[in-house]
């Protein structure tokens, strides 16, 4: 009678198998790790604008944005004065930084409303949004990459409602 059990070659077959099966899905799962970073980058995002503008609508004053492209760094504040710069004693959020991995810019040829996408990835005026107490804005859109994926958030101009897309040879909305 043969005892039970499983040899020592079985055991070494079956740990080859299973390294050459990981060896093969590693790749896919940094390409699925990154985008899941960017797509965590831009709800961040999306929620931070949405929150400014309500800010802007319960106080009765301008909450600004102001994008540092260059440092991946951006910074929010209540406008209180009115004046357009963060002054001592002004509520704030921030400053923000996009995670490892992550830059402002895209590849695209065009951007998702057919305008030139430009070199920061930033298409505000100066870099800045502006929120009125109305809930109003001005118009841009923030692009974000990484090596395998593109997402653009524009925000439109009358509701600073954001709207997300994503790049594939073309953009597609996605929320």
């Known amino acids: 009678m043969r005892p039970r059990g499983i040899t020592m070659t079985e055991l ?3 740990v080859v198998l ?4 990981a060896a093969l899905a590693l790749p896919g799962m940094g390409s699925l790790s990154s ?26 004053f301008p909450w600004r944005v102001i994008f540092f492209a260059d440092r991946g760094e951006w910074i929010c504040f209540g406008d209180a004065n009115r004046n357009g ?5 002004e509520q704030r959020s921030g400053p923000h930084a996009l ?3 992550i830059g402002f810019g895209s590849r695209a040829p065009r951007g998702p409303n057919d305008s030139a996408v430009p070199g920061d990835g930033i298409s505000f005026v100066d870099n800045r949004v502006c929120f009125s107490a109305l809930g109003t804005c001005n118009s841009g859109t923030i692009y974000l990459r990484t090596q ?9 101009p ?5 709207v997300v897309y994503e790049y594939n040879r073309a953009w597609r909305v996605v929320r």
Request: overall charge positive; charged content about 25%; some cysteine.
């Open 99 to 101: 995670p490892r991995g």
């Open 158 to 162: 009358a509701s600073g409602t954001v």
């Open 148 to 156: 395998e994926k593109e997402l653009a958030l524009r925000v439109l």
């Open 18 to 21: 299973v390294c050459i099966i």
């Open 35 to 60: 985008r899941t970073v960017l797509i965590h980058q831009a709800d961040r995002m999306y929620a931070l604008l949405h929150q400014m503008r309500e800010r802007a609508m319960r106080h009765g």
């Open 85 to 89: 710069r963060l002054d001592p004693g």
């Open 12 to 14: 070494m077959v079956c």
